[in-house]
């Protein structure tokens, strides 16, 4: 079985392919079979790195989702100790002016 289809532009890629694996071996006599069993080996290991990276990402997306609740909530409470205080500022100020003028 080979890598290739009967086009004979990806056939000559192929065994430019080997031809390069076999000479960044040390000119070795590796076979189309075992340069595909070696990418695929590369593909697993990148894999697994793709996979360890999307479990940080994961943790990372986790922990900012709950610092932003967290955030969130304190300026809800904010919000609501802003309005509760500017409500309770303006009581006081016309109870003041009520007594100033005397109404």
Do not use: P
């Not at 069993?37 to 986790?62: A, F, P, Q, R, V």
């Not at 932003?68 to 409470?77: C, D």
Request: glycine share 4%.
């Amino acid at each position: 079985m080979y890598l290739y289809e009967s086009d004979s532009m990806t056939r000559s890629r192929i065994e430019d392919l080997v031809k390069a694996f076999n000479k960044a071996n040390g000119d070795k006599r590796y076979s189309e079979r075992d340069l595909l069993k070696y990418l695929i080996s590369k593909i697993d290991i990148l894999d697994g790195k793709i996979d360890e990276t999307n479990h940080k990402l994961d943790n990372h997306i986790t922990t900012i989702s709950e610092r932003l609740a967290k955030i969130e909530t304190t300026i809800s409470i904010f919000k609501w100790l802003s309005g509760f205080f500017i409500s309770a500022l303006l009581g006081i100020i016309i109870v003041i002016v009520k007594v100033l003028l005397g109404v």
